[in-house]
């Protein structure tokens, strides 16, 4: 005969309360850092179409018409964008610019720490294309959102 013990889970096969609460908030989490609104802008002066954006920052296209181009990358969303736009891991984006520095003696765009430096730079440098996770403000050329 069985007892009631032998129909009850393993214990560690059991959720404890509360665990899928935590796993649903922590896969949320992580989704929204991938889900958030990416826009590519710059400065006033500059025509680019978005298809030329990751050329511009793998060091590949430098003007746009008459504009040289001087790209930044942007800390708070560079993980996102070289996911999305760049389609590289940030390794691999460094190795470009690596093998760029010693081929052509390019450097790699400087880098800003937020998106309000990213939107001062764009708006005050003459061919500065960036990208900022915040709705572009007056002043810039948003050139995609990704």
Request: glycine share 6%; with cysteine; net charge positive.
């Amino acid at each position: 005969m069985q007892s009631a013990s032998d129909h009850a889970p393993h214990p560690r096969l059991v959720p404890r309360p509360g665990a899928w609460l935590l796993a649903a908030v922590l896969v949320g989490a992580s989704g929204e850092a991938t889900t958030a609104d990416l826009y590519v802008v710059c400065n006033a002066n500059v025509t680019l179409q978005s298809s030329d954006v990751r050329d511009v920052f793998i060091g590949e296209k430098s003007f746009a018409g008459s504009a040289r181009l001087t790209p930044a990358d942007n800390l708070a969303a560079q993980t996102v964008f070289l996911q999305r736009v760049v389609k590289v891991s940030a390794d691999r984006y460094i190795s470009l610019w690596t093998k760029k520095s010693f081929r052509d003696g390019a450097n790699p765009p400087p880098v800003k720490a937020s998106d309000a430096e990213t939107i001062a730079y764009v708006r005050q440098t003459p061919g500065a294309c960036s990208y900022v996770q915040i709705a572009p403000p007056v002043g810039v050329t948003v050139v995609g959102k990704f």
